[in-house]
C-alpha cells in the first residue's frame, strides 16, 4: 500500500519534470529560433530538429500521461493521445473556418445583414456558376477517369519493362512543377498568335498543325473543347500521382496467385481484368476519391490559363474570384458549402468500402 | 514481385509504347527547359524546337530595288514575276535561293536566303540561370547618370527558408496522421465513425476560407512570419489527405502483429512506434512526396504567413519576375532550379515505393 | 529515447545561453532617440516589385534618414488576394498602396481605414493636390465620408507608342487629330501592315486594357457628365453612350487587316508581348496604345526617345477637347501611430517620389513635384500631356464595384470581343452584374 502510494507520488512528480521539460523545450526553441535568423544555414538545421523533435516529444509527454491514468479510462485517454492532435489540428484550421463560412453565407457582404438563402439562390443560378458547374462536371469525369485510366496503363505496363524507374520517374517529372510553372509550360503548347502577315507560331501543338498542312488554331477559344485542352494540363501534372501508387499496389499483388493463373491458361488481358484490377481496386478508389476532390477544388490551371474567361470557368475560380477580387464575402462562403455539399456522394461512396473491407476480415 | 518474363516481340511492342508516352509526356517539359536557355528576345520571336539541327533559309544579303519600284503592281526581279504579297511571303528563284520582301511595301528591300543546315544550340545562353540565381540583380539609371545597382536576393536564403519551411512541414502532418489513422483504425474511443466522416469530408475544404480565420489568430499569438505558423498552416492543411492515405493503408495491415504485440506487454504507443511505424513506410514516403512537393510550391500560404521576411524559394522568383509577369526567359529557369530538389527528394524516396503503398491491403 | 532528448535539452540550453550573451543589434540602434520615432518601423505593402520596389525604397531613403523612421516595404504579386487576408485578418501593414481606388473603397465601407482628416494636418496636404485628386480620395466610410489616402503617383494612360526609328524612316507623321490617325491607320494598311499591336490576355485579369480603350472613347465621345454618371452605374452600359463609345472599338479591333493577329490574336496576346511585334525587324505592327509604365516590357536595350516614343490618342470630338485618362496609387492609412502620421505627411509631398521621378517611370501628382526632376524626354512628355488635358478622369474599372470594374467588365467585353457573345448579350450581362 504504501509502496504503490510512493511509486504513486514518484510517477506524478515525474510526469510533471515531463511536462516542465516539453514546455522548456516548446518556449526556448522558439525564442532561440527567433533569434538564429542571422545564421542561415544553423537556423535551418535547428527548425528541422526542434519542429520535428518537440511534436514527437509531445506525444511521448501525451502517452505517458496517459499511461498513468487508471485502468478504467486508459485505453479512451492513449485513444486521445493518437488521435487528439489531429483532431485539434482539424478542428482550429478547417472545421471551424468552414463553420465561419457556413454562417456568414447566410449573411450579405458586410456580415451584418441576414439574407438567409439569397446567396445560395445566386450559387444555383447565376449563369457563370451554371457554367461553372457544367465545366467542373467534365474536369471531374474526364480529368479523373483519364488520370487513373492512364496512371494505371503506365504503372502496369511499366511493371513489366526493364526500365521501369526511368519511365516512372519522366511520368512523374510534372509533379514537381509549380502551378506557375506548369502555365508557362502549357502556354508555349497552346500559344496562338492570330491571322495576319508573317505570322510565325511559337506554339508546337499549333506548329505540328501547320507542319501537316493544317490552319493554326486558337485552342484556348474553341467552345467547350477548350475545357479539354486545360483538363489535359491536369491529366498532365497528375497521373503521375495516380501511377506512384496503382504501382506500388500492383506490386503488392502476392506472385502465386498470377502464377496460378498463367497455370490455368489465362492471358495478359484475363489477369488484368480478373486478378490486377480486383486485387487493387481499395487503391483505384483512394486515388480516384483523391483526384476527384482535386479536380473540385482546382482553380489555378483555370487561372493561369483563361482566367476563366472563354467558357472555361469552374467553381472553385468563381470562389476565389469572389472572395479575394470582388469581396464578396457572402456569395464567397455559399460557394464553398456548395462545394462541400457536391462531395457528399463521393464521401458515402467512400465509406461503404471501407465498410465493406471491415466486413470481409 | 519479380519481372514476369515476356516474349521478345511483346517486350519490344511494350517498350515502344511506353516510349510514346513518356516522350508525349516529357516533350513539353523539354520545350520549356530548351526555351530556359533562350534569349528573351528568341523565345518571343519563333519556337523552342528551332535550337534543335535542321534545314534552314538563312539570309545571306540583301539589296535595294530601284525608287521607282511600283508595289502595287506585278514585280519583276530575277525574271519571276509576282505581287507584293507574294514576294512578302518570299518565292524560291533557284535551287538554293530565295528572295523576300523585307517589311513593307515602302522598304523596297529585298532580302537573299540560302537553305543551311543549322547546328544544334544556335543562340543558347545560361545568363537566365545566372540572372536568377543572383537573384535578378537589378540596375538602373536613376537619372543623373548613375547606374544604381540592388543587390539581388539571395537564392541559396530562400532555399535555405523552404528547407526550414518543407521539412518540418512534411514530417510532422505525416506523424501526427499517423497517430491518428493508427487511432481511427484500431482504437475504440467514442465518436470515432462521425469524426472520421468528417474528417474524410475536410478533403474537399478549399484552404482559402481558412487563410483569415487562422491569420486572425496567429495575429492574437504574435506567430505571423514565423516558421511555426507555417508548419502549423501546412500541417492542417495537410492532414486530411495525410490521415485519410494512411488510414487506408494501417487499416488493412494484420491485425494478430499487434495482438502478438499487446500479448507480450507492449504499450500502443511501442507497437505504433516500433510496428506500425515501420511497417507504413511505403505509405508515409508516398505521402511524403506529395506532401513536400505541395509545401515546396505553394505561395499563398508562405505569402501571407511568412511575408518578406523569411523569403522562400516561390516567394523569391515571384518578386523577382516582377510585375513584368511575362518575363519567360526568367519564369522557365526559374521553374527549373525550383524543381531540382524535389526531383531529388523523390528518386531518393522511390525506392519505399517498391515494396508497395498499399501492399498490407492484399495480405488482409 | 531518454538520452536523446536530454541531449536535446542540453544543446537547447547551451544555445539559449550563447543567444542570450549576444549583444542585441536592434537595442543599440534606438539609443538615441529625441523625436520619438526614432528608430520605429513602418510597414508597407502594395503591389509593386522588382524595379519599382528598389526605386521606391532609394525614394524614401531620405526620409528615414532624417527621422529614422524605418519604411518596411512588401511587394506582392498577388497583392489583391493577400492584402484582403491581411487586412480582414488583424494583421493590417501600416500603409497600403492602392492601385485601384475601388478596391480601397471596398477596405473604407469595411470601417478598416483610418480617416486622415482627423490625424493629419490637411490644410497643408490640400494645398498640395489639384481638387480633383482630394475628391477622388473621399469615400464612404461607415460613418460618413472619410478622406481615405493620399495619392503618391500617377500614369497617364492615353499614350500611343511607336516604334520611332522605323516610323521616321518609313515616313509616317505623328498625327495631330482622330482624322489624321484614321489616316495613319490607312496609310499603314495600304503599305500592306498592320496598324495596331494590341493584346488583352492577362491571366485572371484578362480584358482590362480592352475596358482602358473603352474608357477612353467613352471620354472623346460623350460629356464627362455621362462618364461620372457611368462610372457610378448611374448610365446603364446597355445605353447609346456607351454603346457609342464601344462603336469606335469595333472599328479598330474588329476591322479586318486592323490588328496584328485579328481579334483571336487581341485576346490571346498578352499586354506585355503584344508590343513587341512592333520591334522585330521588320516591324509587324506600328501603333500600341497603353500607359507608360508598357515601356518596361519594351525589348532591352530600347532607348526613350530613340527607338520609342509615343503621341497623345487624339480627341475625337473637339466639343470634348483632349481629354486624359490616368491612372493612380493611393496611399491609405490602416495603424495610426505618430510615425505612421508622418510618413503619410510625407508621401503627400513630391518630395517622396522625388528620386524616383528621376529614375524614370512614374509621374507626380504632387503640386510642389517640379517638371525639371524628370530626366528622360518621354517622362517629361508625360507629365506635359496632363498638364495640357482640358480634362482627366481616372480609371473608370478601376473605380467600379470589383465584381464590375475587376469582373463582369473585364469579362464580357474579351467574351464580346473573341467573338463568343453578341454586344447586347455582353452589355446585359454587366449591367446584370452591378450591386443592387
Redesign the interface.
Known amino acids: 500500500m504504501l509502496e504503490s502510494v510512493r511509486s504513486n507520488s514518484f510517477q506524478i512528480v515525474r510526469l510533471f519534470a515531463l511536462v516542465i521539460l516539453a514546455v522548456f523545450v516548446l518556449v526556448g526553441g522558439f525564442i532561440l529560433l527567433q533569434n538564429l535568423q542571422h545564421v542561415k544555414m544553423i537556423m535551418m538545421v535547428f527548425a528541422v530538429i526542434w519542429g520535428v523533435g518537440s511534436v514527437a516529444l509531445l506525444f511521448w509527454v501525451f502517452n505517458s500521461i496517459a499511461q498513468a491514468m487508471p485502468r478504467k479510462i486508459r485505453p479512451i485517454a492513449v485513444a486521445l493521445v493518437f488521435a487528439g492532435p489531429a483532431i485539434v489540428l482539424l478542428a482550429w484550421a478547417l472545421v471551424l473556418p468552414t463553420l465561419r463560412s457556413l454562417w456568414l453565407s447566410f449573411f450579405d457582404d458586410t456580415g451584418h445583414q441576414f439574407v438567409f438563402l439569397d446567396n445560395y439562390t445566386f450559387a444555383f443560378t447565376d449563369p457563370i456558376m451554371l457554367e461553372s458547374f457544367k465545366n467542373n462536371l467534365l474536369w471531374m469525369v474526364f480529368g479523373t477517369s483519364f488520370c487513373v485510366i492512364l496512371g494505371l496503363i503506365i504503372a502496369v505496363l511499366s511493371d513489366k519493362s526493364k526500365f521501369e524507374k526511368l519511365f516512372k520517374a519522366l511520368i512523374f517529372l510534372p509533379m514537381a512543377i509549380s502551378f506557375v510553372g506548369a502555365g508557362v509550360i502549357w502556354k508555349f503548347m497552346y500559344s496562338y498568335k492570330g491571322e495576319g502577315i508573317n505570322i510565325n507560331e511559337i506554339g508546337l501543338l499549333n506548329a505540328i498543325v501547320v507542319a501537316l498542312g493544317g490552319k493554326a488554331q486558337s485552342w484556348l477559344l474553341m467552345p467547350v473543347w477548350n475545357n479539354f485542352f486545360l483538363i489535359a494540363i491536369m491529366v498532365w501534372l497528375q497521373t503521375g500521382y495516380a501511377m506512384v501508387i496503382l504501382s506500388s499496389a500492383i506490386k503488392g499483388i502476392p506472385l502465386e496467385i498470377i502464377e496460378a493463373a498463367k497455370m490455368d491458361g489465362a492471358n495478359e488481358f484475363q489477369i488484368f481484368f480478373k486478378i490486377t484490377i480486383p486485387f487493387i481496386m481499395p487503391t483505384i478508389v483512394t486515388v480516384a476519391t483523391t483526384i476527384l476532390i482535386f479536380s473540385l477544388k482546382l482553380f489555378d490551371i483555370v487561372r493561369v490559363m483563361t482566367g476563366g474567361n472563354f467558357g472555361t470557368n469552374v467553381i472553385a475560380n468563381e470562389f476565389y474570384q469572389r472572395q479575394f477580387t470582388y469581396r464578396k464575402t457572402g456569395q464567397a462562403s455559399a460557394i464553398a458549402i456548395v462545394l462541400l455539399i457536391c462531395t457528399i456522394p463521393v464521401l458515402i461512396y467512400n465509406l461503404r468500402q471501407f465498410r465493406k473491407r471491415r466486413t470481409i476480415k | 514481385m519479380k519481372k514476369t518474363k515476356p516474349s521478345k516481340i511483346s517486350s519490344i511492342i511494350l517498350f515502344i509504347l511506353l516510349l510514346f508516352i513518356a516522350i508525349g509526356w516529357t516533350v513539353p517539359t523539354l520545350g520549356v527547359f530548351v526555351t530556359s536557355f533562350r534569349e528573351s528576345k528568341d523565345i518571343y520571336s519563333s519556337g523552342w524546337w528551332s535550337v534543335l539541327p535542321h534545314m534552314e533559309w538563312v539570309k545571306t544579303s540583301e539589296f535595294q530595288l530601284a525608287e521607282a519600284t511600283d508595289p502595287n503592281a506585278p514585280i519583276t526581279i530575277e525574271g519571276h514575276t509576282a505581287s507584293f504579297d507574294e514576294w512578302r511571303q518570299g518565292i524560291k528563284v533557284s535551287e538554293n535561293k530565295r528572295l523576300r520582301w523585307y517589311g513593307n511595301k515602302r522598304s523596297r528591300k529585298i532580302e537573299v536566303y540560302e537553305e543551311k543546315l543549322l547546328g544544334f544550340g544556335a543562340n543558347l545562353t545560361m545568363q537566365n540561370y545566372v540572372d536568377v540565381l543572383q537573384g535578378g540583380e537589378i540596375s538602373f539609371d536613376d537619372g543623373s547618370g548613375n547606374i544604381i545597382t540592388r543587390e539581388g536576393n539571395n537564392f541559396g536564403d530562400a532555399v535555405i527558408n523552404s528547407l526550414a519551411v518543407c521539412i518540418p512541414s512534411t514530417v510532422i502532418p505525416i506523424l501526427i496522421a499517423a497517430f491518428a489513422a493508427y487511432a481511427f483504425a484500431w482504437m475504440d474511443f467514442p465518436g470515432r465513425k462521425p469524426m472520421f466522416v468528417i474528417l474524410v469530408a475536410l478533403l474537399v475544404v478549399p484552404l482559402q476560407i481558412a487563410l483569415i480565420p487562422i491569420l486572425r489568430d496567429f495575429t492574437a499569438w504574435n506567430l505571423n512570419g514565423t516558421f511555426v505558423s507555417m508548419w502549423l498552416a501546412h500541417t492542417s492543411f495537410g492532414l486530411p489527405l495525410a490521415i485519410y492515405l494512411l488510414y487506408n493503408y494501417v487499416s488493412t495491415l494484420p491485425r494478430d502483429v499487434f495482438e502478438s504485440a499487446y500479448l507480450d506487454g507492449a504499450t500502443p504507443f511501442v507497437t505504433f512506434v516500433r510496428l506500425v511505424l515501420p511497417m507504413s513506410i511505403p505509405a508515409l514516403a508516398s505521402f511524403a512526396i506529395f506532401q513536400f512537393l505541395w509545401v515546396w510550391n505553394d505561395y499563398l500560404v508562405a505569402l501571407i504567413f511568412l511575408g518578406d521576411k523569411n523569403r522562400v524559394v516561390t516567394s523569391a522568383l515571384a518578386a523577382m519576375i516582377g510585375e513584368k509577369g511575362q518575363d519567360w526567359h526568367l519564369l522557365t529557369s526559374g521553374a527549373f532550379l525550383s524543381m531540382i530538389l524535389p526531383l531529388t527528394v523523390f528518386f531518393a524516396l522511390q525506392r519505399f515505393f517498391v515494396r508497395g503503398l498499399l501492399a498490407g491491403s492484399i495480405k488482409g | 529515447?531518454k538520452k536523446s532528448?536530454l541531449f536535446?535539452?542540453f544543446v537547447?540550453?547551451a544555445?539559449?545561453f550563447y543567444?542570450g550573451c549576444?549583444p542585441k543589434g536592434q537595442e543599440q540602434n534606438s539609443a538615441g532617440k529625441d523625436s520619438g520615432v526614432q528608430g520605429k518601423v513602418v510597414t508597407m505593402a502594395g503591389?509593386?516589385?522588382?524595379?519599382?520596389?528598389?526605386?521606391f525604397n532609394?525614394a524614401v531613403k531620405a526620409f528615414e534618414e532624417r527621422t529614422g523612421i524605418d519604411i518596411?516595404y512588401?511587394?506582392?504579386?498577388?497583392f489583391?488576394?493577400?492584402i484582403?487576408?491581411?487586412i480582414?485578418?488583424?494583421?493590417a501593414p501600416d500603409i497600403v498602396d492602392f492601385p485601384q481606388p475601388g478596391?480601397l473603397a471596398?477596405f473604407v465601407?469595411?470601417g478598416y481605414v483610418v480617416d486622415l482628416n482627423k490625424v493629419l494636418d490637411m490644410n497643408k496636404i490640400k494645398q498640395n493636390y489639384i481638387q480633383s485628386w482630394l475628391d477622388m480620395a473621399t469615400m464612404d466610410g461607415p460613418e460618413g465620408k472619410i478622406m481615405a489616402g493620399v495619392w503618391g503617383r500617377v500614369s497617364a494612360k492615353s499614350l500611343v507608342w511607336y516604334n520611332k526609328k522605323e516610323f521616321d524612316a518609313?515616313?509616317y507623321k505623328v498625327p495631330k487629330t482622330w482624322k489624321e490617325l484614321e489616316d495613319l491607320e490607312k496609310m499603314?494598311m495600304?503599305?500592306?501592315?498592320?496598324p495596331w499591336a494590341i493584346g488583352i490576355e492577362?491571366?485572371?485579369?484578362?480584358?482590362w486594357p480592352a475596358t482602358d480603350w473603352i474608357e477612353e472613347f467613352m471620354l472623346r465621345t460623350n460629356s464627362l457628365e455621362d462618364y461620372d454618371r457611368w462610372v457610378k452605374g448611374e448610365l446603364k452600359f446597355d445605353s447609346p453612350q456607351v454603346r457609342k463609345a464601344i462603336g469606335k472599338l469595333s472599328e479598330i479591333w474588329l476591322t479586318k487587316?486592323m490588328v496584328?493577329?485579328?481579334?483571336?490574336?487581341?485576346?490571346?496576346?498578352?499586354f506585355?508581348?503584344a508590343p513587341?511585334v512592333m520591334f522585330?525587324e521588320?516591324?509587324?505592327a506600328w501603333l500600341h496604345k497603353q500607359g507608360n509604365f508598357i515601356t518596361?516590357?519594351f525589348?532591352?536595350n530600347l532607348k526613350a526617345g530613340v527607338n520609342y516614343d509615343f503621341f497623345y490618342l487624339p480627341g475625337i470630338d473637339p466639343q470634348y477637347g483632349r481629354p486624359v485618362l490616368i491612372a493612380g496609387d493611393c496611399y491609405a492609412m490602416f495603424n495610426d501611430r505618430p510615425e505612421v502620421r508622418m510618413v503619410m505627411e510625407f508621401f503627400a509631398t513630391g518630395a517622396s517620389v522625388e528620386?524616383w521621378?528621376?529614375?524614370?517611370g512614374i509621374v507626380s501628382p504632387h503640386k510642389d513635384a517640379l517638371l525639371s526632376w524628370y530626366?528622360?524626354d518621354v517622362d517629361r512628355k508625360v507629365a506635359e500631356v496632363i498638364q495640357n488635358a482640358t480634362s482627366v478622369r481616372f480609371d473608370g474599372s478601376d473605380l467600379m464595384?470589383?465584381?464590375v470594374g475587376?469582373?463582369s467588365f473585364w469579362?464580357e467585353i474579351?467574351?464580346y470581343v473573341?467573338g463568343?457573345k453578341s454586344l447586347d448579350e455582353a452589355l446585359k450581362?454587366i449591367d446584370a452584374s452591378w450591386p443592387k
Open positions: 529515447m532528448v536535446f535539452v537547447l540550453v544555445m539559449l543567444t549576444q503591389p509593386f516589385v522588382d524595379n519599382d520596389a528598389v526605386k532609394n518596411q512588401e511587394g506582392s504579386k498577388e489583391e488576394a493577400s484582403s487576408i491581411r480582414e485578418g488583424g494583421n478596391l471596398t465601407k469595411g518609313a515616313g499603314i495600304a503599305d500592306g501592315d498592320t492577362s491571366g485572371a485579369a484578362t480584358g487587316g496584328y493577329g485579328g481579334r483571336e490574336g487581341i485576346v490571346t496576346t498578352s506585355g508581348d513587341k522585330e521588320p516591324p509587324k518596361s516590357f525589348p532591352d528620386s521621378i528621376k529614375a524614370g530626366t528622360n464595384p470589383g465584381e475587376a469582373g469579362k474579351t467574351a473573341s463568343t450581362a
